[in-house]
């Protein structure tokens, strides 16, 4: 069932061009189910790991296009908010499986008092079940226990859904471009094969993201401790000089994911910080960026046209590609890391 490829992991990896096309087909069935949204004030997403990392860029997208207020909540840390639902609030469930404890309990107290949506890949799964509306994102089934395509996928649905809410018709169209633009990315592997010798060493990585870009470090760090067992930790740039700053020593890798726009000024100078105490840089940037060349020692070039509201559905993919080329270096199964289950039924 590989199909010729050494992991499932890398196979999914592969398959993700092709994950963003079939869940882009969900437009219509999103067009339906928002029409019954005009009174709603308020969004919760609740979701775990992964999935909590795709809501993030839900609630950036949602407060920034459609200014409705957005929380995103751990599953395991629902409870606090329960009080705080009411008619008017819409919780929006994110899972892969579908099956989540934390999540599944969590949607059950929702429907109390809330409208709710499940944003699932797994179809007739439990959240499936018992969500009042649902999206079905069309990665197809995931083996791999680190979640790769149907993050992407879980990123189109929020994308489309946020683009819908807003009418952003520029956004809707730019989304057309997504799969072709990770199909580049991918044809670049060698690249990335070469950074993973230089850096599995390392027993600590940091990633810096800011804005868009801050979720797809926090994932890129998920991906690289699930399965090296090097120590990531994601950061928001910003937030740097605030305590992990103290941290940073000589040959440290310091991923910083840089896209053209309006936070790349500011990230730049972290990424100049960082450096300037010793950091080992591995930047992901535009290929045109000329500033990002003279600054960074290491560059993974994207197209310049991949702008930075669309970046984490782009970005995110050298990062796993670092991860399990990271970990086939030491020697460790992709596909089966220690510990972790593919899908977590119990509280
Ligand atoms: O099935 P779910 O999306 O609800 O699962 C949530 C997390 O357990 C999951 O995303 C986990 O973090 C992944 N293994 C990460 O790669």
Same mark, same amino acid.
């Given at each position: 069932?590989?199909?010729?490829?050494?992991?499932?992991?890398?196979?999914?990896?592969?398959?993700?061009?092709?994950?963003?096309?079939?869940?882009?087909?969900?437009?219509?069935?999103?067009?339906?189910?928002?029409?019954?949204?005009?009174?709603?004030?308020?969004?919760?997403? #609740? !979701?775990?790991?992964?999935? /909590?990392?795709?809501? @993030? +860029?839900?609630? $950036? *997208?949602?407060?920034? %296009?459609?200014?409705?207020?957005?929380?995103?909540?751990?599953?395991?840390?629902?409870?606090?908010?329960?009080?705080?639902?009411?008619?008017?609030?819409?919780?929006?469930?994110?899972?892969?499986?579908?099956?989540?404890?934390?999540?599944?309990?969590?949607?059950?107290?929702?429907?109390?008092?809330?409208?709710?949506?499940?944003?699932?890949?797994?179809?007739?799964?439990?959240?499936?079940?018992?969500?009042?509306?649902?999206?079905?994102?069309?990665?197809?089934?995931?083996?791999? #226990? !680190?979640?790769?395509?149907? /993050?992407?996928?879980? @990123? +189109?649905?929020? $994308? *489309?859904?946020?683009? %819908?809410?807003?009418?952003?018709?520029?956004?809707?169209?730019?989304?057309?471009?997504?799969?072709?633009?990770?199909?580049?990315?991918?044809?670049?592997?060698?690249?990335?094969?070469?950074?993973?010798?230089?850096?599995?060493?390392?027993?600590?990585?940091?990633?810096?993201?800011?804005?868009?870009?801050?979720?797809?470090?926090?994932?890129?760090?998920?991906?690289?401790?699930?399965?090296?067992?090097?120590?990531?930790?994601?950061?928001?740039?910003?937030?740097?000089?605030?305590?992990?700053?103290?941290?940073?020593?000589?040959?440290?890798?310091?991923?910083?994911?840089?896209?053209?726009?309006?936070?790349?000024?500011?990230?730049?100078?972290?990424?100049?910080?960082?450096?300037?105490?010793?950091?080992?840089?591995?930047?992901?940037?535009?290929?045109?960026?000329?500033?990002?060349?003279?600054?960074?020692?290491?560059?993974?070039?994207?197209?310049?046209?991949?702008?930075?509201?669309?970046?984490?559905?782009?970005?995110?993919?050298?990062?796993?590609?670092?991860?399990?080329?990271?970990?086939?270096?030491?020697?460790?199964?992709?596909?089966?890391?220690?510990?972790?289950?593919?899908?977590?039924?119990?509280?």
């Amino acid at each position: 069932e590989k199909e010729g490829y050494d992991h499932f992991m890398i196979k999914e990896i592969n398959e993700q061009a092709t994950a963003v096309r079939n869940t882009l087909t969900q437009r219509e069935n999103i067009e339906n189910i928002i029409k019954d949204f005009d009174d709603i004030t308020r969004i919760c997403f #609740v !979701a775990c790991g992964t999935s /909590y990392h795709a809501s @993030l +860029t839900g609630k $950036y *997208l949602i407060e920034s %296009l459609a200014g409705i207020p957005t929380d995103v909540i751990l599953a395991s840390e629902f409870k606090f908010s329960q009080k705080t639902l009411n008619e008017n609030t819409l919780v929006i469930f994110i899972s892969q499986s579908g099956e989540t404890a934390d999540s599944l309990k969590a949607l059950d107290v929702a429907n109390e008092t809330s409208k709710t949506l499940g944003i699932v890949n797994v179809a007739g799964s439990s959240i499936t079940r018992r969500a009042q509306y649902v999206i079905q994102t069309q990665a197809g089934p995931e083996i791999g #226990v !680190a979640a790769t395509k149907t /993050y992407v996928s879980q @990123l +189109t649905a929020i $994308y *489309l859904f946020a683009a %819908l809410m807003a009418k952003d018709e520029n956004l809707l169209n730019e989304l057309n471009n997504v799969p072709d633009f990770i199909d580049e990315v991918l044809k670049d592997v060698e690249s990335i094969k070469s950074m993973s010798k230089r850096y599995n060493y390392a027993k600590d990585f940091f990633y810096l993201g800011r804005g868009y870009s801050y979720p797809t470090a926090l994932e890129g760090a998920l991906k690289l401790k699930e399965i090296s067992y090097i120590h990531g930790e994601g950061y928001a740039a910003g937030e740097l000089k605030h305590g992990p700053l103290a941290l940073i020593d000589e040959g440290i890798p310091v991923v910083v994911v840089i896209p053209p726009g309006d936070s790349h000024k500011k990230t730049m100078s972290n990424l100049e910080e960082v450096k300037s105490r010793g950091a080992r840089v591995l930047a992901f940037g535009a290929a045109d960026d000329e500033e990002l060349a003279l600054k960074a020692p290491e560059v993974f070039k994207i197209n310049p046209e991949v702008s930075e509201i669309i970046a984490p559905l782009v970005y995110i993919v050298p990062l796993q590609l670092l991860s399990y080329y990271i970990t086939i270096e030491k020697g460790f199964d992709p596909d089966k890391p220690r510990n972790l289950a593919k899908c977590v039924t119990v509280e």
